[in-house]
């Protein structure tokens, strides 16, 4: 061609297909180049955006704003699953009920666990175990109620009895209209722009109030307005948002990944599974000293998921196992470092675990669970007391034993302080899983734990009040060992050596407390609740405080073991009666102790839902476990 001639038709649409089917190929080769190297052949589960946003890449220059709403990862640098909540409660002062904001922390814990370096507490009594919890000395201040509902700030109630009758202060004297058209001029700024406002008045020509009179009249001249009635409206609810947490575990010494994840308060299942996940990746179950454990955990109210498993040894990173999109763990990328991950180190607060462990029993695994994550031995003796009589505390406790609790009055770091009460009890010991819910009463002020039902769980009346004392004879007909004839034996014997302390069965008035004539020795007698009595006898001596007409507390030191009377050897006879018929202690149904009833029952019912509300309760609290295939 020589630049003059136009091209033939032919080889133009020739030109034009080769070009298009070349850019067609080469933007194919290209996407698919991307993709490879995007996907690389494997499955990822993305970095939380709350993990990225807390530890920038190394060396990345960042100047861009992030948004308020990121929240940043909260670490969590103990296996004891602690948390502070913000909880509205009301206090009595004066007239008035102050409602505001206080910090309540909620922990959970595992008693079978080794906690390192032994606190120092109480070494166990059988005695103190039955005593009461009351602390000695006035109150240290007035007892909190959870309110019912969420308020901004600090709010003053203050409730006056509606005058049923009529009242002592004058009627007002009706408003004439021109003082009426005065206040609504008054009030114009208010109104004018408030259209249910002014629907609630009788009808009046709004011309009336205008700054000017308005030419043309409305119309309509009266329009009906519709005004909502009959409308409830409900209790502000607590609304949980998924947070995510990394429970960074430092491991002391060699150990298994199972049984440390157990005593670190993960449920059996998942332990099994993430020792699973360990072992694929590192072909070895096993746990060195040194090494650091990075569990990453979706929560909602109580129900946590393990999204990401990290596992760093001698400072660097081993595996990572993730959650994908199709809820399996697979292979996943090395979160970024965080500054807990970077300065975490095994120190002798830490879980200590291994055959060479000793057993620890229930009474010290609670006493040193409880101490070691900043609960004071006031607050320990108070649930050894509350548990007594549930759980048998001189046994072996065992890797499921756990307790959660709810305390108020908690510090920045989730510990309790002088001034902290328990509010909730959880306690999964044995074969026993034990719910209690503080409640305060209204008009006396006292405090104890009911369940869920509003029953107390302390027993009406103890069946042996020698608690290291051995059962020597039952209740019935035998050959009595002084008088040697068969005799009605009317109560149980308790032998135990001469001054053993011999406590109150429950709570009542002294009826007797003196010598007997019929042969009983150092007789003490208290009358109990609903006509039930308790008789003590063949006592040495007789506490000084336990008179005729004295009120006694459940696990009170009223005497002590002798052998007055007609006896063979110090022992103490003990007798239970029911409206003066002596019957068997070791048999007898004895009726639940203070069980709630009426307003009493409401007001309990209405801050146990709060606590559950709190806490997430109200669903199953299980952990997921979510296993690949």
């Not at 609810?237 to 670190?264: H, K, M, W, Y």
């Not at 607050?379 to 048998?392: E, F, P, R, Y």
């Not at 756990?402 to 902290?420: C, I, M, R, V, W």
């Not at 109150?504 to 007797?512: F, I, L, P, R, S």
Request: proline letters at 6%.
């Amino acid at each position: 061609m020589d630049g003059k001639t136009p091209p033939a038709r032919r080889d133009v649409s020739i030109r034009w297909l080769a070009g298009a089917c070349l850019t067609g190929l080469t933007s194919t080769a290209l996407m698919a180049i991307a993709l490879s190297a995007a996907v690389d052949g494997r499955e990822r589960l993305a970095t939380p955006a709350s993990a990225f946003a807390k530890t920038p890449a190394a060396g990345a220059e960042d100047s861009a704003v992030r948004g308020s709403r990121l929240v940043p990862t909260t670490v969590i640098a103990k296996p004891s699953n602690r948390r502070v909540l913000q909880v509205p409660t009301a206090v009595r002062q004066g007239d008035r009920d102050v409602i505001h904001y206080e910090p309540f922390s909620e922990v959970r814990m595992a008693l079978a666990a080794n906690y390192g370096k032994t606190p120092d507490y109480p070494a166990f009594d059988p005695f103190e175990v039955f005593s009461t919890t009351e602390r000695a000395g006035p109150p240290l201040r007035t007892a909190d109620v959870i309110y019912d509902t969420d308020v901004e700030g600090e709010v003053e109630l203050k409730f006056t009895p509606f005058p049923a009758n009529k009242p002592d202060l004058p009627f007002a004297t009706g408003l004439s209209t021109d003082e009426i058209e005065e206040t609504i001029l008054a009030n114009e700024t208010m109104l004018q722009n408030s259209v249910g406002d002014l629907s609630m008045l009788s009808y009046v020509d709004p011309d009336r109030f205008e700054p000017e009179q308005i030419m043309l009249p409305l119309k309509p001249a009266m329009a009906a307005q519709i005004v909502d009635e009959n409308v409830s409206v409900s209790a502000l609810q607590s609304v949980f948002t998924q947070d995510f947490n990394d429970d960074i575990l430092p491991v002391r010494q060699q150990v298994g990944v199972e049984a440390f994840l157990v005593a670190a308060g993960y449920p059996a299942p998942l332990a099994a599974e993430l020792r699973r996940l360990v072992e694929e990746s590192t072909d070895s179950p096993m746990l060195k000293s040194n090494d650091i454990l990075r569990i990453g955990l979706m929560r909602m109210g109580r129900n946590m998921r393990v999204v990401r498993l990290s596992l760093y040894r001698g400072g660097e990173h081993v595996m990572t196992m993730a959650l994908n999109d199709k809820g399996r763990f697979v292979e996943g990328v090395e979160p970024p470092m965080s500054e807990a991950v970077a300065n975490a180190s095994a120190d002798e607060t830490d879980l200590l675990l291994g055959t060479t462990q000793k057993p620890v029993r229930v009474y010290d695994g609670i006493f040193r669970a409880m101490m070691t994550y900043g609960l004071t031995q006031d607050m320990a003796g108070q649930l050894i007391n509350l548990l007594a009589s549930k759980v048998d505390l001189q046994s072996m406790a065992s890797p499921d034993d756990q307790l959660e609790l709810f305390f108020s009055d908690a510090d920045p770091n989730g510990k309790a302080t002088a001034t902290s009460e328990l509010f909730y009890i959880d306690a999964k010991i044995g074969d026993e899983t034990i719910q209690l819910y503080r409640f305060s009463d209204p008009k006396t002020g006292a405090v104890d734990f009911y369940d869920e039902n509003g029953r107390s769980i302390r027993r009406f009346l103890l069946r042996n009040p020698v608690p290291n004392g051995k059962f020597t004879s039952g209740f019935g007909m035998r050959r009595h060992p002084v008088l040697k004839y068969a005799r009605m034996h009317s109560g149980v014997d308790w032998a135990a050596r001469t001054g053993t302390p011999i406590i109150a069965a429950g709570d009542g008035v002294v009826e007797k407390a003196g010598w007997s004539s019929s042969g009983y020795g150092n007789q003490t007698i208290i009358r109990h609740a609903n006509g039930y009595e308790t008789s003590y006898n063949h006592q040495s001596k007789i506490a000084p405080a336990v008179k005729e007409g004295a009120r006694v507390k459940q696990g009170q030191v009223i005497g002590y073991v002798g052998a007055t009377g007609l006896v063979t050897g110090p022992h103490l006879h003990y007798e239970v009666l029911v409206n003066g018929t002596k019957v068997d202690p070791m048999k007898i149904r004895f009726p639940n102790s203070d069980a709630l009833t009426g307003d009493k029952l409401a007001r309990f019912e209405s801050e146990r839902r709060r606590i559950d509300a709190l806490l997430g309760n109200e669903s199953s609290a299980q952990v997921a476990s979510n296993r690949g295939n």
